[in-house]
Structure formats: C-alpha cells, structure tokens
C-alpha cells in the first residue's frame, strides 16, 4: 500500500530537496503532496520533481500556514483527498527582516563561543516581527501555531487504530530556551521571534508525543545545520548571490570546526529523511535529529538531547488549545457577523 506523505514549505529549499530525496528512494510508492502558500512555484517545484520521477504521484494543496483559514480549508481538502496520513513533515517557516550583528559577530570570532556561534548564530541575529491578517504574530504562526492547527484538524487521518504515523518537525539550532517565555508564547514583546518559534516547535513535540502515541501518533524534530537558502540568503540582504558562492571554500573550512555547515539542502534534508525510513516507536521523544556534514562531506543524522521539559511542553500545548478555542470563537463570531475578524487581544 503507498504511503501518503504531506510536506508544508515543499516548493523551495531543505522541503524541495527532502521532496526529490523521497521520490528517489521509492518513486512509485508514494503519495506526495506539496502544501505551499504559493501555487505558480508549487506548481514550478512538482514539474521539476516530475521530470526525474515521471511515474511519480505528486499533488498539491494551497495552504498559507500564517492564515488560519487557509490551514482549516487545506486540512478539509486533504480530508476529501485522502483518507489517512502517513507523515506530515512540518518544514515551511520564516525568518522576516533579520538584523545581523556584525559587532557581535567579530566579538564572537576572537572569544572562546566561536564554534558555537557559527552552529546556533546565538547573539548575533535578530528579526522584526509583523502581525498576520488575523492579529496573530506572524513568525509564531507560520512557523509553529499554523501548523498545531493543521496537525488537529488532521488528528483523524493521522490517528488510526493499528497503524502508526509521523509528525516531522524542521526546528533549527537556533531554537533556545531564553527566546521563550511561556507568558508570551508569541514574542510579540522580543526580537528573537525566530528563535523563539523554534524552541516552542521542539516543547510542542515532546507534548504531541505525551498525547498522541498511544492512538499511533509519533512526533519528531529535526535540526537541517546551516544551509543556503533563500532564508538565510535574507540575513545578509546586501550581498548578492554570488557573494554567498564566493564564500562557498570559507563554510567548507569552517565545516571541519562544526559539522552543522550542511550547506545545500540536500545535506540539510538528511535527518528528515532518515526519520522517514525509522519506526517512529524506537525514536526518542527528547531528542533532536541532526542533520550534519563531516569536513570530507559525509552526511549523516545523530541524536542530541532537547533541552526541554515535560512540565513545560504540558503548559504550552495546553496555551496553544486555548488559543486554537479563542480564534474558532472569533472566526465563528465574524462569519457571524457578530465581531470582525482580528484577533488582537489574544
Ligand atoms: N536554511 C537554514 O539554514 C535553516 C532552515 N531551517 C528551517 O528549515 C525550514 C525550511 O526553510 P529553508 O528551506 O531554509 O528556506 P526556504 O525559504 O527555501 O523555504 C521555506 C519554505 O516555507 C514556505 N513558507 C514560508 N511561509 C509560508 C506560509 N505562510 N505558508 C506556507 N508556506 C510558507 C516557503 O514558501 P514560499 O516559497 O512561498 O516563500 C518555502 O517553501 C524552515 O522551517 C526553516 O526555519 C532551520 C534551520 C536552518
Ligand atoms: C564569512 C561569513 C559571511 C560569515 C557569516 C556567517 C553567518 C551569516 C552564519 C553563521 C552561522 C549561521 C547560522 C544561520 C544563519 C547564517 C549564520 C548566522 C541560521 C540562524 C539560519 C537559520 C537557522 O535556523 C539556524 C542557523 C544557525 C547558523
């Protein structure tokens, strides 16, 4: 029987390559679909994955993970669609308007953190966050509530007596504990919004595991290393392209250092889809898949510990039902007519 796999951010960078690894791996028994916000380059990334794989079954689904709406009629489309769900990779995500520290940067060059600086850009990135139509912040909802979302609108495809499914999360290594602050679950008050998404993503799995697994449902978070993409090509917004090419040897030397320089995203989808050839039973619910590149360019996935706590991951999935009841009550009250549809006091 083919699996059905659904990746989210599927059309470009670490979901693109994750796609194409896939399809590689078993071309004819799979059912993928490619969630993405945009259609014209959903559209451009399945004519590509269709012509290396052209017997594969590749479709796609509009979805917009930073519009609620966009989430709950995605996840209605794909209930008509299909009728279980094997893995659900949790990919798409944002880094919007961030400010490189390039004082901090060169501190951190001469100080004994330099190794851990170039693996987790701890003190020296920050972004300016937005708000989403629906008055949510914007790099919280795309990059984790959107997707909570969706993974309990799809609880009946993905819970089925017997059989087990994945959840996939991408998190980063610049998902830290000090960016988040359980009485604001949005960052709507810091500037590491990016961090902070990140290190919710890495609690919100522990606490889907305490959920989940015992009607099937397993959660897992992997960590890509540091990859060119369009994402960080955003950090430094003033280089060109080429820039980025010219400092290709520099990441390549700095490799040997950290083996978290995986920097294409085909080494960055390694752990993604490693978990996808493991029992989800024999995983850890603590840790997180790493995704690294020795300095001779092996690829490879290793497990290290989250720094997270059951106490914790209990206290934010119960904030983010909570939030999940308030905006239903607010789109409900607007399709009503009754309010209009911000969610601002949330
Ligand atoms: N690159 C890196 O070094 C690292 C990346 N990551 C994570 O990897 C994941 C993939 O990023 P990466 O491949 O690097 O970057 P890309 O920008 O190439 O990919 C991001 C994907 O997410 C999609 N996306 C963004 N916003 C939304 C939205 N609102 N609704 C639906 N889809 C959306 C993008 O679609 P569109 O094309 O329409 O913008 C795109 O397909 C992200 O979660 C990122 O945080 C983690 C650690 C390191
Ligand atoms: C020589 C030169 C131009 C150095 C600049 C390096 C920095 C731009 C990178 C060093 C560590 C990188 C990093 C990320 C972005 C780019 C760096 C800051 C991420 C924050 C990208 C997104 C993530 O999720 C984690 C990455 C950690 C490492």
Redesign the pocket.
Known sequence: MSKVVLVTGANSGIGLALCERLLSHDAEGLQLCLACRNMQRAQAARSALLASHPRAQVALLQMDTSSISSVIAAAQEVKLRYNRLDCLYLNAGI?PNPQ?DIRA?FRGLFSSRVVSM????EG??TQKDGLTADGLQEVFTTNLFGHFVLVRELEPLLCHAGLTSQLIWTS???AHRSAFSMGDIQHRRGTQPYSSS?YASDLLSLALNTHYNKRGLYSSVICPG?VMTS??YG??PSFPTFLWTL?MP?FWLIRILTNTFTLTPYNGAEALFWLFKQKPESLDPQAKYHSLTSGLGRNYTQARRMDVDLHTSQDLFEKLLQLETEVDRVCSSAADGRTAYSTTCL
């Open positions: 880094m490189f940067f170039f693996a987790t850009a020296i990135l980063s290594s610049n990140k540091f994402l960080t950090i430094l400092f520099i």
